[in-house]
């Protein structure tokens, strides 16, 4: 649990600190077992990450009916910031809870320390192409990738992505066609001749499974395309260069669940873990046997759900008073059945 650095009781004072200091988060209360949405003009949605974590959150305090009361504050985009990078600087008392974290030096986010990481709404509903619920994901991928044999996958390490984050200097050594095992390439998000919107180049998630070996790049932060690949049951290079986290990727072991490469820049040894790996079938087997089941065992949806109960649990126990309905909350099933976005 990430609550080692809160340690003081939380007051409603605090409570009304990180309203002010964290526009774009959502303000979330549960008292006497009841979600409330505290509606805020500011808090931060795309697509559907606001309906599917708060849905979750819902599915979890209705299924674990012993969680204290509280109020908290959760931050959507793909890093977590408050309204100034002074505040991002200072400790407080009430964590944000966000998607990913960092300990490396970037340009702007809340000191790491601030954070307790909860899981990603891609693990509840994802509205990318072909992908859709994660429970069917869980059930479904790992059965089409076993109807193509390993012998018949394509012996290449691909890779598809957009044009964003730190992933120039390794998609360009893919792009110069100087390495036949490399099939890396950037995509665009714009109209090609099959789709409206992508390009040519685009593989699916089911497509990547054609393919013997995988490379997983981080995004402008994380990206969520990690746990997708994994459960292909081939071994997925992860290319972790700024040290982007969710919140199980402590579970990650190079050289027995993923391959891990973290020297940006260093075009021989990338070339030899990618060279060494296409040599040995029982160990990229046996890779990609154990990344598909650390998904399968600690993020199916009933493994999900506990994690977060347990984090909820353990923040209830920070408050040092019942908080008291918002006068702009609404009600969650108020919220999901549309009355307010």
């Known amino acids: 649990m990430d609550f080692q650095n809160f340690t003081e009781k939380i007051t409603h004072n605090d409570i009304l600190k990180m309203e002010d200091?964290?526009?774009?988060?959502?303000?979330?209360?549960?008292?006497?077992?009841?979600?409330?949405?505290?509606?805020?003009?500011?808090?931060?949605?795309?697509?559907?990450?606001?309906?599917?974590?708060?849905?979750?959150?819902?599915?979890?305090?209705?299924?674990?009916?012993?969680?204290?009361?509280?109020?908290?504050?959760?931050?959507?985009?793909?890093?977590?910031?408050?309204?100034?990078?002074?505040?991002?600087?200072?400790?407080?008392?009430?964590?944000?809870?966000?998607?990913?974290?960092?300990?490396?030096k970037i340009k702007r986010s809340l000191h790491p320390d601030g954070i307790v990481l909860i899981p990603c709404f891609t693990l509840w509903f994802f509205t990318a192409p072909y992908i859709?619920?994660?429970?069917?994901?869980?059930?479904?991928?790992?059965?089409?990738?076993?109807?193509?044999?390993?012998?018949?996958?394509?012996g290449k390490?691909?890779?598809?992505?957009?044009?964003?984050?730190?992933?120039?200097?390794?998609?360009?050594?893919?792009?110069?066609?100087?390495?036949?095992?490399?099939?890396?390439?950037?995509?665009?998000?714009?109209?090609?001749?099959?789709?409206?919107?992508?390009?040519?180049?685009?593989?699916?998630?089911y497509q990547n499974c054609e393919y013997k070996y995988l490379l997983h790049q981080e995004g402008s932060t994380y990206s969520n395309r990690l746990k997708y690949l994994l459960l292909c049951g081939s071994p997925v290079i992860y290319a972790n260069f700024y040290g982007w986290q969710e919140y199980w990727y402590h579970l990650l072991k190079h050289d027995y669940n993923v391959l891990e490469f973290k020297a940006k820049g260093n075009e021989i040894l990338f070339k030899n873990i990618t060279e060494e790996i296409s040599k040995d079938d029982n160990k990229?087997?046996?890779?990609?046997?154990?990344?598909?089941?650390?998904?399968?065992?600690?993020?199916?949806?009933?493994?999900?759900?506990?994690?977060?109960?347990?984090?909820?649990?353990?923040?209830?126990?920070?408050?040092?008073?019942?908080?008291?309905?918002h006068p702009n909350a609404i009600d969650i099933d108020d919220f999901l059945v549309g009355y307010s976005s």
């Open 21 to 104: 200091a964290c526009p774009g988060c959502h303000h979330i209360q549960l008292i006497d077992g009841q979600l409330f949405i505290v509606q805020r003009s500011n808090a931060f949605n795309y697509q559907t990450r606001s309906r599917s974590i708060k849905t979750m959150l819902k599915h979890v305090t209705d299924t674990f009916t012993t969680i204290g009361n509280f109020e908290m504050f959760i931050h959507l985009q793909d890093a977590v910031f408050l309204k100034s990078p002074e505040l991002d600087r200072v400790k407080h008392k009430v964590p944000v809870f966000g998607l990913t974290k960092t300990y490396s």
């Open 132 to 154: 859709g619920r994660w429970r069917n994901v869980v059930e479904n991928l790992p059965k089409k990738a076993d109807k193509i044999k390993w012998e018949d996958r394509i």
């Open 157 to 205: 390490v691909v890779w598809r992505g957009a044009r964003n984050g730190g992933r120039s200097w390794l998609t360009r050594i893919g792009e110069q066609r100087n390495n036949s095992l490399l099939d890396i390439e950037f995509m665009d998000w714009k109209p090609g001749n099959h789709s409206q919107i992508y390009t040519d180049n685009f593989k699916t998630i």
């Open 284 to 325: 990229a087997k046996h890779i990609g046997r154990n990344g598909r089941n650390l998904v399968q065992k600690y993020l199916n949806e009933q493994a999900i759900m506990c994690y977060f109960r347990n984090i909820l649990i353990e923040y209830s126990k920070l408050f040092a008073y019942k908080p008291v309905r």
